[in-house]
């Protein structure tokens, strides 16, 4: 699912040129276009992404606080792949705050927006029966931030759209773990259900066990079932 991801950034050097690219490596490192180990040459990746080399030097230095890449002596900058804990942490992170957004939407989301979702929603399975794998990956992350915007607490909001990358790259991931796709639109379905009924526990419930299940499909497909049990 989806395309390259280094590929040059907006053609100018200003201020939000760090924020694109940190965006575009961050990306780039959990799709595994940068593969754990492998270095990265400030030089080279300044020249495919179209930018100065100071944005990639400060866009690194982020990555390096977040731990996706450390530095090591006489060698530079190199990625490092998440562990099995790190990734078991995220996911338990997700799950306490999608299953929180996903009650406040239930109890304060507008009529519109039940509309919209409930489209998302027909539109994800309608790429799955077309086979249509780029376009569901921009959906679910669409339906998602519906979901989370729909919460109506901008705190929250961006606590777990901090996440958003991470979910992104471990969706893609679990997706192909067969019969993974068609389980996730029954639970969006779900999902959807529970919100526009405005049962709020019932939304939270449903939420949880979906990445309950996202994270089990990508220990199958990304650590051979590693603390999947």
Same mark, same amino acid.
């Given at each position: 699912?989806?395309?390259?991801?280094?590929?040059?950034?907006? !053609?100018?050097?200003? !201020?939000?040129?760090?924020?694109?690219?940190?965006?575009?490596?961050?990306?780039?490192?959990?799709?595994?276009?940068? =593969?754990?180990?492998?270095?990265?040459?400030?030089?080279?990746?300044?020249?495919?992404?179209?930018?100065?080399?100071?944005?990639?030097?400060?866009?690194?230095?982020?990555?390096?606080?977040?731990?996706?890449?450390?530095?090591?002596?006489?060698?530079?900058?190199?990625?490092?792949?998440?562990?099995?804990?790190?990734?078991?942490?995220?996911?338990?992170?997700?799950?306490?705050?999608?299953?929180?957004?996903?009650?406040?939407? &239930?109890?304060?989301?507008?009529?519109?927006?039940?509309?919209?979702?409930?489209?998302?929603? #027909?539109?994800?399975?309608?790429?799955?029966?077309?086979? @249509?794998?780029?376009?569901?990956?921009?959906?679910?992350?669409?339906?998602?931030?519906?979901?989370?915007?729909?919460? =109506?607490?901008?705190?929250?909001?961006?606590?777990?759209?901090?996440?958003?990358?991470?979910?992104?790259?471990?969706?893609?991931?679990?997706?192909?773990? !067969?019969?993974?796709?068609?389980?996730?639109? &029954?639970?969006?379905? @779900?999902?959807? #259900?529970?919100?526009?009924?405005?049962?709020?526990?019932?939304?939270?419930?449903?939420?949880?066990?979906?990445?309950?299940?996202?994270?089990?499909? $990508? $220990?199958?497909?990304? $650590?051979?079932?590693?603390?999947?049990?």
């Amino acid at each position: 699912m989806g395309g390259e991801i280094l590929t040059p950034v907006e !053609p100018y050097q200003g !201020p939000d040129t760090r924020e694109m690219v940190y965006i575009k490596l961050k990306k780039a490192l959990l799709a595994g276009e940068i =593969g754990s180990g492998q270095r990265l040459v400030e030089r080279k990746l300044a020249e495919k992404l179209g930018v100065s080399r100071t944005p990639v030097r400060e866009a690194i230095r982020m990555l390096e606080r977040e731990g996706l890449v450390r530095h090591v002596p006489r060698s530079g900058s190199v990625a490092v792949a998440l562990s099995p804990g790190e990734v078991l942490d995220i996911y338990s992170i997700r799950a306490v705050l999608e299953g929180l957004a996903a009650r406040l939407a &239930a109890e304060r989301i507008d009529e519109p927006n039940i509309r919209q979702m409930e489209e998302k929603v #027909r539109q994800m399975d309608w790429c799955i029966q077309g086979g @249509q794998t780029d376009r569901l990956e921009n959906l679910h992350l669409e339906f998602n931030d519906l979901i989370y915007r729909s919460a =109506g607490s901008p705190r929250l909001y961006r606590m777990i759209t901090s996440l958003v990358d991470y979910v992104a790259g471990f969706t893609r991931t679990g997706y192909t773990h !067969p019969g993974r796709m068609e389980e996730a639109a &029954a639970e969006h379905r @779900q999902l959807a #259900r529970a919100i526009a009924m405005r049962d709020g526990l019932l939304a939270e419930r449903i939420a949880r066990e979906h990445i309950e299940n996202s994270r089990r499909a $990508f $220990f199958a497909r990304a $650590f051979n079932g590693e603390k999947n049990r």
